[in-house]
C-alpha cells in the first residue's frame, strides 16, 4: 500500500527560507503542491530558491519579512493572503544563534537571540493563527478551515549543550510555547507541533565540520554523523498533512539519538 502526501490547494508560509533548513522546508513543500510564500530579509536569496521551487514546476512567492518587527510581520502575512491565499501551513523556522559561556554573553546577544528565536515565532504564529481562528469562526459545516503550525525549535531546548546555552534557552522557550498554542488553539482546527532537530550539515555551518572542533564534536554524537537537511522532509510533511489531524502539541525530536 501506498501513501502519499499531497498539498496541492494549499498555501504554505516559510520564515528563513533563505538558506539552511528553511531553503530545504520550501522546497520539500513546493514538491508537494503547496504554493510556498518564501519570507526573510536576504530577497536575492529567495529570489534564487524562488527560480529554483519553479525550475521544478512548483509555485513560490517572494515577500520581506524581518520577524523581529512586527509591522513587518503583519504586512507579510497580509500580502500573502492578498496575493496567494489563506494561509493553511506555517513553518516557523527563522532562528540565529550565538555562541560562548554564559559569563561573557552582552545584553545585545541576549535580545537578538530572543528577539528572533523567541519573540519573534511568537508574534509570527499569533498573526497567522488569528487568521485562522477567524476563517474557522466563519467556516460552513464540514467544511476543512483549521491549520498547521509547525515551530522549528532544537535539541538544544531539550538538553543544555555546551557553549550554546542562550541559543537553547530560546528554543525551550519555543516548545513550550508550542504546548500553550496547541492547547489554546486546537478547538479551532489549528494544529500546533514542534520538531527539534540535532545537528544538520547546511551551508551555514558545513566548514566547521571539517576542523577540529567539527571532528571531535562527531565523535562525541551517538553515531559519529551529522544529519542532513533532507532528513527532515518526512517529518515536515507529516506535521503539515491535512492527515495529521490528531497530532497536536507534539515535540518531534530528530536527532539521530543526540538527546537519549
Known sequence: MSYTIDLSGRVALVT????????????VLARA??????????IE?????????????????????????????GAAVAHTETEVGNIDILVNNAGISVSGRLTELAPDDFDSVFATNTRGAFFVAQEVARRMIARAQGAAPGTWAGGRIVNIASVAGLRAVPQLGV??????????????????????GINVNAVCPGYIDTEINHEFWSTEGGRRMLEALPRKRVGRAEDLDLVLLMLAAGQSHFVNGAVVVADDGFAL
Open 16 to 27: 528563513g527560507a533563505s538558506s539552511g533548513l528553511g531553503w530545504q522546508f520550501a522546497r
Open 33 to 42: 503542491g503547496a504554493a510556498v510564500t518564501l519570507c526573510g530579509r536576504r
Open 167 to 188: 541559543y537553547a534557552m530560546s528554543k525551550a522557550a519555543v516548545v513550550h510555547m508550542t504546548r500553550a498554542m496547541a492547547l489554546e488553539w486546537g478547538r479551532f
Open 45 to 73: 536569496r529567495l529570489k534564487e530558491l524562488r527560480a529554483a521551487i519553479e525550475a521544478d514546476g512548483g509555485d513560490a512567492h517572494v515577500v520581506r519579512l524581518d520577524v523581529t518587527d512586527t509591522d513587518s510581520i
